[in-house]
Every structure is written in C-alpha cells, then in structure tokens.
C-alpha cells in the first residue's frame, strides 16, 4: 500500500523541532522577564546605594579655635559671635589673605553649622572662654562635595583660589572625612551640611502612633463584626463593598478627604501628625481589615464547637479561642499596612505636611514632617549635596521598612498553623 | 487632661466596686454560683455605665466649648468692633488669643482687647470647672445605679455582651462614612467649583492654564480649565506604565505558575513582591534622578529631542511598580484553572507552551482582564511618581518624549502651599479629584465584577 498521504506520526514529527523550539523561546521569554524585573531592582537598590553611602561621612575642617574672651565680653554667652571665632580661625590660616571678598570667600570653606558646634559647646562648659583648641569643623557642603569627588573642579561653584586653599589644606592634613553624627540626629536644615533625618523619623513615629491606635482596634472590630455576627443582609453588603473599593481608591483621594475634612470642617492644625495619622488611618483600614477577616476565618470551626460545646457565649467563644488564635494573622496584617503608611506620600502633601520644619516635633500637634515626604522635599532642592542626603535618608526608609516586613514574615512563619 | 485621667481612675474603682458589690450580694467567693454571670462581668458593667457616658459628655463638652466661648467673648466687645468685618474679627480674636497664651506682652494692645481677654479667660475657667463638675457627677450617677441594680438575677454578662455587640456595629460603619466623607468633601468642593466653571468646559476644554491673574489686565487672567490635555497626559503614562508592567507581568506569572520549580518559585515571589513594597516616593527619586536622565542622554545620542520631563521615564518607572501588581494577580487567576484542563491538553500531545498559549490563558483571560484592569486604575491614581518626575505644563500629545502633566500632578501643584479656600484655583483640584474618584471606581467596580464571575465559573 503504497499511499501518497504520509501517516500523522511524520507530520507531528516534522513539526515537532519548529514547536521544540518555540517552546523554549517561550520558556526563555518567561525566565527573561522575572530576571528583568529583578534587575530593575536590582539597579534600583545599587543606584539609591551608590549615591546615599556617601552621605554617613562628612568632611571636615581642623580648625585651631582661639576662645577669645573679648568675643564674650560684652553680652550673654549664649548670644556672642561664635562665626567671628571660625572665620578667625581660618584668616589664622591663610594670613596673606587680606581683602574683603576674599575674606569673605574664605569664610565661606566652613560650614554656618561651626559656629553652631562651638556654640553648644561653650554652653556645656564655660571654662572654654580663653582656651585655645584643635577642632574638628564641619565643612561647606561645596567642599564636601569637592572632597566627595562629586563637584566638578571647573564647575565654577568654588572659585580657583577656594581650590587652592581646600588643597593646601588637604596636604596639610586639615581635611578630613568623619561619621555624619548630624545626619542621623538634625532636622531639616537648608544647609545641606546642617541638614537630618531625626525630625523626619519623629514625626513619622507620632504619626504612625496616631494610625496604629485608630486603625487596629476599628479594623479588628470591624473584621470580628463582618466574620462572625453581620447577617447577611443589605446593609452587610454595603459594608463590604465598601471596604473594597476604599481598598482601591487612589491615596490621594484620602488626602484630600483629610483636607477638606478634618482641616476645613473641624480646624485641626495644618502639618500635624495627628491629623496625618487620621487620614494613614482611613487608608490602611481596609487593609486591616481584609487581613484580619482572612485570619478569622482560617480559625477551624471546630474550636468554634468545642467552645460553645461547654457553654461559652458566642461573644466568649470569639474574645477567648477564636480571636487569640487569630492574631498572629492580623499582626502581620497590621504590620504590612502600617509599613505601607510608612512610605505613603501623596495625602500627607494634601494637608500640609511639606513645609519646612527645623524643630523636633515633641507632640503629635507640633507640625512635623515624615520619612517620605523629607525625601520628597530634599529631592526638589537644587544642591548637589542634597541628592546624596536625600539618597541617605531614602536607606533608611528602605531599612525601617525591612525591618517591618521581615518582622511580618517572621511572625507568619513561627506562629502560622495549619490546622 | 487630669479630668480624663480622673475620669480613668473613677472607671476603675467603678470595675472593682461592681466586682465586690456582686460577691457580697452572692454571699461570699463561695457562693459565686448563684449569680447569674461570672463576677467580673458585674464589674465590667459597672465601669461600662460609669465611664462611657461620662466620656461622651466629655467630648460632646470639648467640641462646643470653643465655639461657644468665642461666641460669648465677642458679644462682649465694644459696640464699635463688633461690626468689624468676620476677617478682622479673626484678627481681634487672635489678639485676645495671644494674649491669653501670654504671647503678646500685655500693655502693647488696646483696653477694650485686654478686657475681652480677661472676660474670655473667666468663661474658660467657669466652662473647665463646670465641665468637670458635670462629667465626675455622671460618672458618680452612672457608678450608683448601676451598683445597686445588682443582685442575683441581673443577667450582667448579655448586658455586656450586647454593648460590645454595639461597638462593633459602630466600627463597622467607619467603612461607610469615609465612603461618605470622601464623596461629599469632594463633591461639596467640586459643585463650587462647577459655579463658576462649567461642567462642559471642564470635561471637554482643550486648555488648561489653571493661574488665575492678581491683577485683572494680567495676559493669560482669566485661567483655563479644561480637564482633557491632563486627562490625556495621564493616559498617556499609564499607557507607558502598562505597556511595561502588562508583558513582562504576564510572563513572569506563567513562568511562576507553569515553569518554576519550588525553589525558585520560593525566592522569585517574595524578591518581585519588594518591587510592590518600595513607597512611590522612592521610585519617584530613582526615576527622576537616573532614569529620566539616562533616557535624554539615551535619546542625544540617537538624536532625538527628549524633555527631561518626559512621560516615557515617569511611565516606564510606574511600569516597574505595577510589575509585581500584575504578576501577582496573574499567578492566581492562572493557578485558579483547574488541572484537568491542562491534562486534556497535554494528553492530546500539546507542549507546555502551546497548553498555556491555547487552553490556560483563554481560560484565565477574564480574570487576568480584571487584574489588569485594577492596575490600570493603580497607575491613574499614581501620585509621587509623576509629580516627581512628569511635567506640569498640560500638553495635548501623543510623544512619550515629550512632558505631559496628570490629576494627580496637578492636584498637588493646586493644593500644595498656603492659598485661599475658595479661589477656583483651589477648587479645581477638587473637581480633578471627583475625576479621579469617579474614574478609579468605575474601573475598579468592572475589576472585580468581571475576577468574581471568572472565579465563580470555576468553582
């Protein structure tokens, strides 16, 4: 039978090298796109890395300061010159240097923040007056830079006789880099140099206070009423869609909520971290609750019976079995929505929290700005210094929010049961 | 603050008076038995009926006091300031404030404020002693009647148990009235807005200029406010963003799903889930700052003219975001289709490839439109990336090169700063968030219809 018609088997065969391969390419395609989204993060972190480690160390300038006691002669030690005694410092240095503007440009190699330093320091201990001592001073944030290797020699921000005087004093040794203890205990500041993240951490400490306060205990509640006594009715629904579509609504809805709200309508006080927890409050709610319901209901039905079988109330069998078991669930719950509260931005710019605050917020009224919304302000500045700060300040975000989420993966991994 | 901490320490005397009171009428520890309820439930009852009303006139007080003593001091000033106008009123009020707060050395201002200052001192001493005097006497009635209800048939523990039941109740419904607040504030704001621009010009005007002038022979006084070219500007970066996160999302999840061993599945997952963890601010800076130069000296060398604003880097960094996001919501919609479909397919001799291309996928479609669909709805209501790193200009285009401008970048501009209430400038803001409200909750409300369909087909 000699049939012209080849038999099915050589046709699949045929075809099956061409269906091999697409099967790999497909296979590969695949591969390839988890291994480019992984390598977006991968630059993300290695860029945000690569422009923030050098904002730990800062470059300074040793200075011999001569306390001269006719500085503090005539007023309060708290209100003499202290950026007469720096810039004494630094004409000591370079005593050819005699006119006006270079003078002033000479002045300008150390930091406004010196005269602060000496100033605390005096404060803390009188006997200094007449003294004369080798300091260690902050420097511009220009020399920094320089130092830093970020700033263009020929770039013009540092005139060449600045240059020569910063390189005379590197060969003399007079420059070096330290630990940036400013940046991890400051405010904000519009001196680079003089510029920290600790006002930033405590206003986003209150403010989270403010969300975790509201949010846990209203989420929890709202959760343990939908799971295990809401009828299904009307009103249940309501509530449920509800709670999904805030789920979804964008964040800056939220902040405007706030503003129009809790600002205009009540007279609550612009910046505050309370009224900054009240709207993080609002939007991490649904998350809250989404995860405390799904904690719920992985509690088995027969602790439930075992409960009610020795005569718990219903209220009882929940508040002492039901609730204790699911909370490890909502724990984690709890800490990946305050950790999303803790990189959200949008709605706290809504109600004012972007000004420029110097001072350390002390209370949940005092205006304050958080983590994110100081990235968001030292990102707009034109300094170069900034960007490296702002970096900085961006791994340490990074870091609280490492910190929170592997809490939560652990405390899934040491507490989840499975039933 | 000291009445509250009062107010605490009533409440807990009230817990142990309620306990002790409910032992005693049992006739002793022994004799617990014969109450109706376990003995602490008594105590909780009583501390319930001490403190809450209490505290609810406490608060009730807090939030009419202000109001009222203002109310009071300004009827107390001279005829000729009363008829000042509500803004230097404020002024005056102010004043007395400072005064009080001992801002403003006294002898710098005028007799008539320092006596009102005196005046508004007195009704704050008479309103803070009388609020306290009113709050411990409730507290004080509350304690009493309930103490001496109890006896032996008082069925404490449903008492009690109904109450938390209310709590509940009440926090559940916080759900509704943020629905509400945000609907009405919005709204409100937006309808003020609407008086004095009209809905047709805002949904269909092809400019949008929202300075208004200061003085009225300003070029460009009169602002324009039609939402298209910010409509379109958000369009376009979505788009961007969703031609990026849609493929490579949806390779990654069938890669996950279909081809990953355990292992790899195991690190893969939780490394995208950190690109979902990242706050927008962060990518904001990273698109600003590398990615947005690193695609205009990209595009110099080509020769093409890239704005440094342009959307393709704002788009292309909310792709990467929304990557996890799509992937995520893939994986389960694709794990949701049940084995036999693919045993079908693999038994009549399909690769793997052509199983997910021809059987998997067109089952899952649905729910992977939905998922889609919801990230869509994300990557509108993106706010820090775009306004770090897109324009502010509106421009009516279609070149990914160029700056666009979106709601949410001009929402920010509008609202960001100290500004009036009331100018249209203002408003607009709230009538583009209405927009975005509106859009995100249609596309949102489609989302979930359409995955709840495609879930209940399969189960």
Known sequence: ?419 | MMLLTLLLLLTLSAYYLGLRRAVSVAGGPEEVRSLHSRPPYYGVLTAIWCGLPALLIYVAWQMLEGRLITYLALAQLPPELQTLSPARLNLILNDIRNVIAGNIAEGQISPAIQAAAEHYRRLQTISSIASGVVVVAAALAGLALVHRRIHLRLRARNHVERLVLWLLVACSTVAIFTTIGIVLSVLYEALRFFKSVPLTEFLFGLQWSPQMAIRSDQVGSSGAFGALPVLAGTLLISGIAMAVAVPIGLLAAIYLSEYAGKRFRGAAKPLLEILAGVPTVVYGFFAALVVAPLIRSAGQTIGLDVSSESALAAGLVMGIMIIPFVSSLSDDMINAVPQALRDGAYGLGATRSETIKQVVLPAALPGIVGGVLLAVSRAIGETMIVVMAAGLTANMTLNPLKAVTTVTVQIVTLLVGDQEFDSPKTLAAFALGLLLFVITLGLNIIALKVVRKYREQYE
């Open chain 1, 1 to 419: 039978m000699n049939n012209p018609k080849p038999k099915t088997i050589e046709i699949v065969k045929r075809g099956l090298a061409r269906r091999y391969r697409a099967e790999r390419r497909f296979r590969r395609m695949g591969l390839g796109a988890i291994l480019l989204s992984l390598a977006f993060l991968g630059f993300l972190f290695v860029s945000i890395v690569g422009n923030g480690y050098t904002a730990l160390l800062q470059t300074e300038l040793q200075l011999e300061i001569y306390f001269a006691p006719q500085i503090f002669a005539d007023t309060e030690v708290g209100n003499a010159d202290y950026s007469r005694l720096v810039k004494e410092a630094l004409y000591a240095l370079f005593p050819q240097v005699t006119g006006r503007s270079e003078r002033r440009s000479l002045a300008g190699l150390a930091s406004s923040g010196a005269a602060f330093e000496l100033r605390r320091m005096v404060l803390a201990d009188r006997s200094l007056i007449g003294q004369r001592q080798r300091l260690w001073l902050p420097a511009d944030d220009d020399v920094d830079m320089l130092v830093k290797g970020h700033l263009e020699r020929a770039g013009g921000r540092l005139s060449e006789t600045q240059l020569a005087w910063i390189d005379q004093l590197q060969a003399q040794g007079q420059v070096a880099k330290h630990f940036n203890r400013t940046f991890f205990t400051a405010g904000d500041s519009r001196e680079p140099e003089l510029a920290g993240i600790w006002g930033a951490v405590c206003g986003s400490f209150y403010t989270l206070l403010v969300t975790l306060a509201l949010s846990f205990p209203l989420g929890v509640a709202t959760a343990v009423y939908l799971e295990e006594f809401a009828p299904r009715n009307p009103w249940t629904d309501l509530i449920e869609v509800n709670i999904n579509n805030l789920a979804a609504v964008p964040s800056i809805v939220f902040g405007l909520l706030g503003l129009a709200v809790f600002l205009g309508v009540f007279g609550m006080p612009r910046s505050a971290p309370v009224v900054g927890g009240l709207v993080l409050a609002l939007m991490t709610l649904p998350t809250i609750i989404i995860a405390s319901r799904a904690a719920l209901q992985s509690v088995p039905p027969s602790i439930r019976d075992a409960a009610l079988g020795v005569g718990a109330s219903k209220m009882q069998m929940i508040m002492h079995h039901v609730l204790p078991l699911a909370l490890p669930g909502i724990l984690t719950g709890t800490i990946i929505g305050m950790a999303r509260a803790l990189g959200e931005t949008a709605p706290l710019l809504m109600i004012g929290m972007v000004a420029f605050i110097v001072d350390i917020p002390n209370s949940f009224t005092d205006p304050a700005a958080v983590l994110p919304v100081q990235i968001y302000l030292w990102a707009d500045s034109p300094e170069r210094a900034f960007v490296e700060r702002t970096s900085a300040a961006t791994l340490v975000l990074l870091a609280f929010l490492i910190v929170m989420n592997g809490l939560a993966v652990v405390l899934r991994r040491r507490f989840e049961r499975r039933w």
